[in-house]
């Protein structure tokens, strides 16, 4: 299996604006910038995966890539997520890829354990799936083949996804780690991170101390 990932990148300087009530604008530029690096890394050095391909609108995370040795792709400024990943499958198409996998750039303690059970779990049509904490978004989509459903990322995607493949009788494996579940996009989710951080090594991530008058 040649399998591919796609990792879909916000502009770094106005990433994670939920947490602006709890992080200064260059602490939020720290830390997207370093889940991205580390979520790349991760992608990188998996056995399993032929390469990655960042896109997005922002010229420093598409630097980034290619100095972790991914292939980029600028998105166009009037894009959106789901054309955005749309357009780098069919370029993964015809580079002959037969099974990508779409990862956010927030997931700061996935690891390559998740990446290769992810892949055990895929089948000839098939998608393997993810959610968040909530159980309402997609944290991880690997599909093979490449195209064999739509993308509709956004408020519910993960029934959304379930929904699209099942209707084309194709195969769907639910992947459950905490680590995948666990992105970052409201103070919330800043606490579990901050506790993360204090408990193990994770020389990767930024300590992020809380502000005063955090909760």
């Not at 992080?23 to 056995?47: D, G, I, K, N, T």
């Not at 749309?86 to 990508?100: H, P, Q």
């Not at 970052?184 to 990767?204: M, T």
Request: charge should be positive; aromatic fraction near 4%.
């Amino acid at each position: 299996m040649s399998l591919w990932a796609i990792i879909p990148v916000k502009p770094l300087k106005h990433a994670k604006s939920r947490l602006s009530t709890v992080l200064l604008p260059e602490e939020r530029y720290q830390l997207a910038q370093a889940m991205f690096r580390h979520v790349l890394s991760v992608v990188m050095q998996a056995r399993s995966v032929a390469g990655a391909l960042v896109i997005s609108r922002d010229t420093k995370a598409l630097a980034i890539g290619r100095e972790l040795g991914a292939k980029t792709l600028q998105e166009s400024a009037e894009s959106n997520l789901n054309p955005a990943l749309l357009r780098a499958t069919m370029v993964l198409i015809s580079w002959r890829a037969d099974a990508v996998l779409v990862l956010p750039a927030d997931l700061p303690f996935i690891n390559d354990v998740d990446i290769a059970q992810l892949v055990s779990l895929s089948r000839d049509r098939s998608i393997v799936i993810a959610t968040d904490s909530e159980q309402d978004g997609t944290n991880a989509l690997l599909v093979r083949p490449p195209g064999a459903i739509g993308y509709a990322y956004g408020a519910g995607s993960y029934a959304r996804h379930i929904e699209a493949a099942e209707r084309k009788n194709i195969a769907v494996q639910r992947y459950e780690s905490p680590r995948t579940r666990l992105d970052i996009d409201v103070p919330a989710d800043l606490r579990i991170y901050r506790r993360l951080i204090a408990e193990g090594q994770h020389s990767h991530l930024p300590t992020l101390a809380p502000t005063q008058g955090e909760s």
